[in-house]
């Protein structure tokens, strides 16, 4: 929560209720954590806006309310559908892989495989996106940035190819602009999450994209939001594509990247938060392991390739637990230099240094790690959230006329 002049007046902070994929615990999360903020803070609520992964997507019925079975649950970013990508990709008019929304690991694939088990007439919604319309009590509008994967064109502001043309796409949202007001909090919402009637609800974008909105980014900077997964991200003068790259317009400029489907989160497979702070503490980051190890959480990746069939690389593990550590995140860094490389391969500016953001930017010895790797200076700013990113395009939403 920031204040008019975009000064942090509180913040909280919390892992998912529920399984990720549960798209209930995405809105039992959200109540809890507005619930902690003082009464008289949510009181001087003026407008939020959500972000969320791009790539996550549900079926829902019109009024929100999610289908039965195995379909009230979301696909995940990271489920790849290699044997829907030749599909999508005729549906967008683009070979396989050329752009976000034409290969095995874009939503539109993901939405094949939904539709495919024919439940009738719904709504494809993304994860900000189902939130956004549980916030106002509408479910018809969708974030552009949220949408990429989906098939919205963003420089020509129609969907891709046939897409519009499918006997399905009514379920497709109206898509607006990042930071557009788009409504009051329906009077439910408002109760629950003791918000004012008037709070204005806007589009948000995804959790990368939000995160470069904190982090204030200038010509010449990467920013690196090391989470669950891994997202770089840079300003570019002109759009780019090409397999499992993102290209969004943020303040007015091309924000361009790519995620990958590696990150902090599979540390957790082997190691509480605690116990990485302290094996941490025991990695000498001037001595490389030689591991040269792939930490996926499982097969498949989206950036830098776009791989649906890319395997892991776990072993061999050391009897070291503090070197074992040490190997995964190597690799991580690995990755990032992999990704800041081809997007400069693909024609962005090449950056000058790095502000890491998210949890992964509280180990010190990881960044000395990635300086090492990468060859550029890298600035660790854990303090700076996607949360306040969305806060400032909120408060920049509801300042102008």
């Not at 976000?100 to 719904?122: E, F, I, K, T, V």
């Not at 190691?271 to 996926?296: K, M, N, V």
Request: some cysteine; hydrophobic content about 45%.
């Amino acid at each position: 929560m920031l204040d008019a002049a975009g000064a942090l007046v509180a913040e909280q902070a919390s892992g998912y209720p529920a399984a990720f994929e549960d798209p209930r615990g995405w809105r039992s999360g959200l109540i809890a954590l507005c619930g902690r903020l003082p009464a008289e803070l949510r009181s001087q609520v003026g407008a939020v806006a959500i972000d969320g992964t791009s790539g996550t997507l549900l079926l829902c019925h019109e009024d929100g309310t999610l289908l039965p079975g195995v379909l009230a649950q979301a696909l995940p970013y990271h489920r790849a559908c290699p044997h829907q990508a030749a599909a999508a990709a005729r549906l967008t008019g683009q070979a396989v892989g050329a752009g976000p929304a034409a290969s095995a690991s874009g939503s539109l694939a993901r939405a094949l495989m939904l539709l495919a088990m024919d439940p009738g007439p719904c709504l494809l919604r993304h994860q900000a996106d189902w939130l956004m319309g549980w916030l106002l009590g509408d479910w018809r509008w969708g974030e552009e940035g949220n949408n990429l994967r989906l098939g919205w064109d963003l420089q020509k502001c129609c969907w891709s190819g046939s897409i519009a043309d499918q006997p399905w796409s009514g379920g497709l949202p109206q898509v607006r602009s990042s930071g557009e007001r788009l409504g009051t909090l329906a009077a439910a919402s408002a109760r629950a999450l003791g918000l004012p009637a008037s709070c204005q609800v806007v589009a948000g974008s995804t959790d990368a994209n939000a995160a470069v909105l904190a982090a204030d980014a200038q010509p010449g900077d990467g920013v690196a939001v090391l989470g669950t997964t891994l997202v770089l991200k840079q300003f570019c003068p002109q759009p780019i594509t090409g397999p499992g790259i993102s290209c969004h317009r943020v303040a007015g400029q091309w924000l361009v990247g790519g995620a990958s489907n590696a990150g902090a989160g599979v540390l957790r497979r082997w190691f509480t938060d605690g116990q990485i702070a302290e094996l941490s503490r025991q990695i000498d980051p001037r001595r490389p392991t030689g591991l040269a190890l792939r930490p996926l959480p499982g097969p498949g990746e989206r950036f830098p390739v776009d791989d649906p069939a890319l395997q892991p690389q776990l072993e061999p593990r050391p009897v070291s637990d503090a070197l074992y550590l040490q190997g995964l995140l190597e690799g991580l860094a690995e990755i990032e230099r992999a990704g800041w490389q081809r997007l400069a391969e693909l024609g962005a500016p090449p950056i000058r240094r790095v502000i890491s953001l998210g949890g992964g930017a509280r180990n010190p010895q990881w960044r000395l790690m990635r300086q090492r790797v990468l060859g550029l200076p890298v600035l660790n700013r854990p303090q700076l959230t996607a949360a306040q990113g969305m806060a400032r395009l909120a408060g920049t939403a509801l300042r102008c006329p």
